[in-house]
């Protein structure tokens, strides 16, 4: 109940002392940190339902994609071109993106977003009905859906967020990725039956259906009370090149975020592709086949999943945070590279999986709550321009080590290199801070 002034009582001119609102009662400890706290709040209850058809349909249509391409072209080199033309946009446009997100009305800008995925969905499942697709009109498609989510990504990524108190940020990245994790395994095995019963169309057509049922509940959504206005100087939106400046200069000024970047780029590149380096280690050395590696990537899942629930807990995740997790996962990582067979393997897979998890929730909280309320899209641009550069540079850097080391040096090599650097980064400020000052020997002299 909101407390107003009002005009001294009686008992206050008569002395007595006046009676203290009562505070407003506050969740129980053990609520305030459970994983699943945002689903408290009914918007994103909705928005978490929407989203998990929309991975679906997502991961439905992305399996279609690749099959379909392999089957026009016969070329695995033609598919991996049709996924880079659809990050592309993002290393390029990311920063323009993040600026139009900050300038736009944020419910008005994701539910046009997602009706144009839904008729880019539409479109293609269209032609591909009718025999009329082909590998450019289908490149043509996938580079109009990357353009898109230049905007739509950071984008839907706020509105989630702006739907719970701060507090409950984190459990909403959480519950977000579960939502994600769920729809991709579900979407992924729902492709193969859709497209065994009724063709590569449906995946389509389901994958358009979702797009609209996500557009269809944003309107419905009510916002969590904003935070503070900025100062008067910024409320004005910036436009232009000074826009996507200021977005640019505060990630850079950002000591914390930068952090982030280099602890993020340093475990993504080498070592973080589990896909590659886990299935040349289980095919290579460790003679398991495709079914040893399935039952990997079925642990990593799992473990995944597992992460992103316990990183739900977390009310204010640190950089500490996610230094102590990038570290831990590179020796875990060198341990799981010496595994002389399966069974060690997927019991260092499992921690392994949990921790990359729970550090992405965590950086993903920081970089949506740690930049002030009018530069969080900016700052969503600027890392989604930073991270398509070593997602695209990773894969083949990490290829070569493999090529020269072998999968289980380049695993051990990677993983002692990255708890190594994280080590040192940690080191430098206690260096300096111990080392003497001789100017301030020379003045007291």
């Given at each position: 109940?909101?407390?107003?002034?009002?005009?001294?009582?009686?008992?206050?001119?008569?002395?007595a002392?006046?009676?203290?609102?009562?505070?407003?009662?506050?969740?129980a400890?053990?609520?305030?940190?459970a994983?699943?706290?945002?689903?408290?709040?009914?918007?994103?209850?909705?928005?978490?339902?929407?989203?998990?058809?929309?991975?679906?349909?997502t991961?439905?249509?992305?399996?279609?994609?690749?099959?379909l391409?392999?089957?026009?072209?016969?070329?695995?080199a033609?598919?991996?071109?049709?996924?880079?033309?659809?990050?592309?946009?993002?290393?390029?446009?990311?920063?323009?993106g993040?600026a139009?997100?900050?300038?736009?009305?944020?419910?008005?800008?994701?539910?046009?977003?997602?009706?144009?995925?839904?008729?880019?969905?539409?479109?293609t499942?269209?032609?591909?009905?009718?025999?009329?697709?082909?590998?450019?009109?289908?490149?043509?498609?996938?580079?109009?859906?990357?353009?898109?989510?230049?905007?739509?990504?950071?984008?839907?990524?706020?509105?989630?967020?702006?739907?719970v108190?701060?507090e409950?940020?984190?459990?909403?990245i959480?519950?977000?990725?579960?939502?994600?994790?769920?729809?991709?395994?579900?979407?992924?095995?729902?492709?193969?039956?859709l497209?065994?019963?009724?063709?590569?169309?449906?995946?389509?057509?389901?994958?358009?259906?979702?797009?609209?049922?996500?557009?269809?509940?944003?309107?419905?959504?009510?916002?969590?009370?904003?935070?503070?206005?900025?100062p008067?100087?910024?409320?004005?939106?910036?436009?232009?090149?000074?826009?996507?400046?200021?977005?640019?200069?505060?990630?850079?000024?950002?000591?914390?975020?930068?952090a982030?970047?280099a602890?993020?780029?340093l475990?993504?590149?080498?070592?973080?592709?589990y896909g590659?380096?886990?299935?040349?280690?289980?095919?290579g050395?460790?003679?398991?086949?495709?079914?040893?590696?399935?039952?990997?990537s079925s642990?990593?899942?799992?473990g995944?999943?597992?992460?992103?629930?316990?990183?739900?807990?977390?009310?204010?995740?640190?950089v500490?945070?996610?230094a102590?997790?990038t570290?831990?996962?590179?020796?875990?990582?060198?341990v799981a590279?010496?595994?002389?067979?399966?069974?060690?393997?997927?019991?260092a897979?499992?921690?392994?999986?949990?921790?990359e998890?729970?550090?992405?929730?965590?950086?993903?909280?920081l970089?949506?709550?740690?930049?002030?309320?009018?530069?969080?899209?900016?700052?969503?641009?600027?890392?989604?321009?930073?991270?398509?550069?070593w997602?695209?540079?990773?894969?083949p850097?990490?290829?070569?080590?493999?090529?020269?080391?072998?999968?289980?040096g380049?695993?051990?090599?990677?993983?002692?290199?990255?708890?190594?650097?994280?080590?040192a980064?940690a080191?430098v400020?206690?260096?300096r801070?111990?080392?003497?000052?001789?100017?301030?020997?020379?003045?007291?002299?």
């Open positions: 109940m909101t407390i107003t002034s009002a005009p001294a009582s009686s008992a206050e001119h008569q002395g002392a006046p009676v203290p609102p009562t505070p407003a009662p506050e969740p400890p053990a609520a305030a940190r994983p699943w706290r945002s689903l408290r709040h009914r918007g994103m209850r909705w928005w978490s339902a929407a989203n998990l058809v929309s991975n679906a349909g991961w439905m249509q992305l399996t279609v994609q690749n099959l391409v392999l089957q026009l072209t016969h070329s695995a033609m598919t991996g071109l049709s996924l880079a033309i659809q990050v592309a946009p993002g290393l390029l446009l990311g920063l323009a993040g139009a997100v900050d300038r736009w009305p944020r419910k008005l800008t994701a539910g046009v977003g997602q009706a144009l995925l839904g008729v880019v969905a539409f479109t499942a269209v032609l591909v009905a009718c025999g009329l697709l082909t590998i450019p009109v289908l490149l043509a498609l996938a580079l109009v859906s990357g353009l898109i989510a230049t905007v739509d990504g950071p984008a839907c990524a706020l509105l989630g967020n702006d739907l108190p701060r409950d940020v984190p459990s909403a959480a519950v977000g990725s579960v939502v994600s994790s769920v729809g991709r395994l579900a979407g992924t095995a729902l492709a193969g039956l497209m065994s019963l009724l063709g590569p169309a449906s995946a389509y057509a389901a994958n358009g259906l979702s797009f609209l049922c996500v557009a269809a509940v944003i309107p419905f959504l009510r916002l969590n009370p904003a935070e503070p206005p900025p008067a100087a910024v409320t004005e939106p910036a436009r232009g090149g000074r826009a996507l400046y200021e977005g640019l200069a505060f990630f850079c000024r950002r000591r914390r975020l930068l982030l970047a602890l993020t780029a475990g993504s590149v080498l070592g973080r592709n590659l380096t886990l299935a040349a280690l289980v095919t050395p460790l003679h398991a086949g495709p079914g040893g590696y399935g039952l990997v642990v990593l899942a799992i995944g999943t597992a992460g992103a629930v316990l990183a739900g807990r977390l009310r204010r995740p640190s500490r945070l996610v102590v997790v570290a831990a996962g590179g020796l875990l990582q060198a590279a010496l595994s002389p067979t399966m069974l060690p393997l997927v019991l897979v499992v921690p392994m999986a949990v921790l998890s729970a550090g992405d929730t965590a950086v993903t909280t970089l949506q709550t740690d930049p002030p309320a009018h530069l969080r899209g900016r700052v969503l641009g600027t890392w989604r321009s930073l991270s398509t550069a997602g695209l540079a990773g894969p850097l990490l290829g070569l080590l493999i090529q020269t080391l072998g999968a289980r380049a695993l051990v090599g990677g993983g002692l290199v990255t708890a190594g650097a994280v080590a980064g080191l400020p206690a260096l801070r111990s080392a003497p000052i001789p100017q301030l020997a020379c003045a007291s002299a």
